[in-house]
């Protein structure tokens, strides 16, 4: 009889802040073709010879900064391990944290997958931990992990997650972390969601393949304004971590910082409805560098709300998704 397996996935972190594993993790992030879309040859020169070089050190030190601020510990992964185990007891299901650019190969993984199900009979449900999917963040992950090899020959039968961003259960948990952290009736705050950004060049090849990456986050915000009853006036939809040439999604969150710190908005409300766990992005570029923006551009407070992990029953919704994939197998 077939089993079933369930992999959480995300971009993932370094193995640790050296150097030489921010290196790796930085070369296999950048090489992936989902990501930089241009020709291999030229875009394995570009990382290898001139981004990875350039990056290494400056990166490290930010993860350095972050493991400070976690307790040694990545915290992505961390609580990434903690889902899994949680929705490991919740499903009765073996569940596997599997992140995409782990220096880990396809082969790998689906010698894993049939170590720790004890056969390679085995049904892969792939839950892409990213609410609203795009090319370079569900794609990738789909395409990489989807027919993983069998170590006997074949492939691993894959069920996928499709994109979860207004999922009842997740606006109710979104909503509820936010509530937990500031008082929704208080109109004296502007809402902030931030979303990773990317391309406009990716935006436009999502659309030709059936998504469309700025119209699920704009699908997820509103469904999150009427859940928490907050005038639309005081919401706002941002994009950050934008990186090259080239045109990326606006508006950007430090220049719409900078505008209303400009135009007298003194109380802000930031949070990331990309990220289901904290990562390096939020707990250094929202939580301390947006504020730190903020406050020197004239704004008086600056709340950075965590990821939608911190909620007490996330391992219920993501056993909930799981739920949802086998019945639309």
């Not at 009765?92 to 082969?107: D, E, H, K, M, V």
């Not at 936010?178 to 902030?192: A, F, G």
């Not at 935006?203 to 304004?225: E, F, I, P």
Request: net charge negative.
């Amino acid at each position: 009889m077939t089993q079933q397996i369930i992999l959480l996935t995300n971009t993932g972190s370094p193995r640790t802040a050296d150097e030489e594993d921010v290196r790796r993790y930085l070369q296999e992030f950048l090489t992936d073709g989902d990501i930089i879309s241009v020709p291999y040859l030229m875009r394995q020169l570009l990382v290898r010879g001139i981004i990875v070089p350039r990056r290494t050190h400056f990166s490290s030190e930010r993860y350095r900064r972050l493991l400070a601020l976690s307790d040694g510990v990545m915290p992505l992964t961390a609580e990434m391990q903690r889902l899994a185990e949680q929705v490991a007891q919740l499903t009765q299901l073996p569940t596997l944290y599997t992140p995409r650019y782990a220096q880990t190969s396809r082969a790998q993984w689906g010698e894993r997958i049939a170590q720790l199900v004890g056969t390679d009979d085995v049904e892969v449900l792939l839950l892409p931990l990213f609410p609203q999917y795009t090319r370079s963040n569900a794609g990738s992950a789909i395409t990489y992990f989807s027919d993983l090899p069998k170590p006997t020959g074949g492939h691993y039968k894959t069920s996928v997650l499709t994109p979860w961003g207004i999922d009842p259960h997740y606006i109710q948990q979104l909503s509820e972390v936010l509530q937990r952290h500031v008082d929704t009736s208080d109109s004296t705050y502007h809402y902030i969601a931030s979303y990773h950004s990317i391309p406009e060049a990716h935006l436009k090849y999502d659309q030709t393949h059936g998504w469309d990456y700025h119209a699920q986050c704009v699908d997820t915000l509103q469904a999150l304004t009427h859940r928490l009853g907050v005038p639309e006036e005081q919401v706002h939809l941002t994009f950050h971590s934008a990186m090259g040439h080239g045109r990326w999604l606006q508006p950007t969150l430090v220049n719409v910082l900078q505008e209303f710190a400009a135009q007298g908005v003194r109380r802000i409300v930031l949070f990331s409805p990309s990220f289901v766990a904290d990562c390096l992005e939020t707990k250094l570029d929202l939580q301390l560098e947006a504020r730190d923006l903020f406050l020197a551009a004239g704004g008086e407070e600056l709340i950075y709300v965590p990821c939608l992990s911190t909620h007490p029953d996330s391992g219920a919704l993501i056993a909930s998704l799981v739920e949802r994939v086998q019945r639309q197998r």
